[in-house]
């Protein structure tokens, strides 16, 4: 039998808010670009955070995901625009929840809620508060105090020493399988939120839980409780 | 004034073998799909390196390439054939070194000539062995004896115990920006092959010189050794 699940702990980027808003507004910006770019910015983003933190090179979030987006710019020959630039990053201060997020966190107040996330304290603040969310959270843990990204094991280590609850009693929601993946190799609960059917990663770990939806989370923990 | 380069160093996927020459072989094992399977296949083949490091659950290169590969085949929802991804695998092991590679190492003779590569030592042995090169090489260095991936700067301070030759005195050569970025930062001579007019990575490193071949290569160390 499992440990109850003594708070709860949610990747913030894909899992929470939805990162391909930008595209929207990289459309406005760049016509007929706005898939492209989204998705190289997104993916350069990662690969920068995984490269640098192997390298022994941390910078925060924010300049890793301005040189993602420069990056990308320059990769579709796109016009070199320090102000639309300025724009799309803006963007990021803002990313919508998903529309299941806010009912289903209303449901779970059973167990302190956080979140646990490459972003710096400024963007989570920021992104959290323009969602009227900050109520929710016991809790906002950025790897911007410990200087490397997910999925090194300090990063959720962090969230361990901050709610003092061994880590065999947290659990762990990501919608990135490779995020979800480094947590169920640090030892936490882990519930994989795959929202579009993805093909798991083949990392040789398997998560705990899957889900597609977080309406179903309350629910989740009731029967993970169970077994 | 540079120190003179005493030893030159190679990477070998993408840098001396093309390893998108499974792109034929996959159109003919799943027709229509050659392009998207060989470019999913490598893009997660590097990202699994990455990840596995980061979360310290080392696997050698034939492993996480053949993870990649069943993972690429299921994200493209190709048939799942176990005969033709052995089949892909074995191509691996006689990828076809880029046309001006032999000729150019022919003229390099100056220095001694080594290969530090994430390969298995039995697949870097077998693509030399395949295109007929061992004799070019003092060392050939896999990252299989440090259990870490590029960019880890294990994996570089490999090359220079096993030359016995200070670090500044080592030039290292990759068409893969990333680990140039690496080896730049470890603190090689590194040179950029740089075939397709890539755009640079905003990694915050920038290697020593740029050629977009290597038949350029024995020019630019004479021109390097000037500086």
Redesign the interface.
């Known amino acids: 039998m499992a440990p109850p699940v003594r708070a709860l702990v949610f990747d913030a980027y894909g899992t929470l808010f939805d990162p391909f808003a930008v595209k929207t507004r990289a459309e406005e910006l760049f016509p007929g670009n706005g898939a492209a770019l989204s998705q190289l910015w997104r993916a350069?983003q990662l690969?920068?955070s995984?490269?640098?933190?192997?390298?022994?090179?941390y910078?925060n979030f924010w300049k890793i995901t301005e040189?993602?987006l420069?990056?990308s710019c320059?990769?579709l020959q796109l016009p070199d625009g320090e102000v639309e630039r300025q724009q799309l990053m803006q963007v990021y201060l803002s990313l919508p929840a998903f529309p299941e997020v806010k009912p289903a966190l209303e449901k779970l107040s059973a167990v302190p809620l956080s979140i646990l996330s490459n972003g710096t304290p400024q963007m989570l603040d920021a992104v959290v508060a323009a969602n009227g969310m900050t109520h929710f959270f016991q809790n906002i843990f950025s790897v911007d105090s410990v200087d490397f990204?997910?999925?090194?094991?300090e990063v959720y280590q962090q969230a361990v020493d901050g709610l003092g609850l061994p880590k065999e009693s947290i659990g762990f929601v990501s919608s990135n399988f490779?995020d979800v993946?480094?947590a169920t190799?640090f030892g936490f609960q882990t519930i994989w939120l795959n929202r579009n059917s993805?093909?798991p990663?083949?990392?040789?770990?398997t998560p705990k839980a899957v889900t597609n939806s977080l309406r179903h989370l309350a629910l989740l923990l009731r029967v993970a409780e169970m077994q």
């Open positions: 350069k690969e920068y995984w490269l640098r933190t192997l390298m022994g090179r910078e040189d993602a420069l990056f320059r990769a990204y997910k999925p090194r094991l490779w993946a480094g190799n993805a093909v990663d083949e990392l040789g770990v």
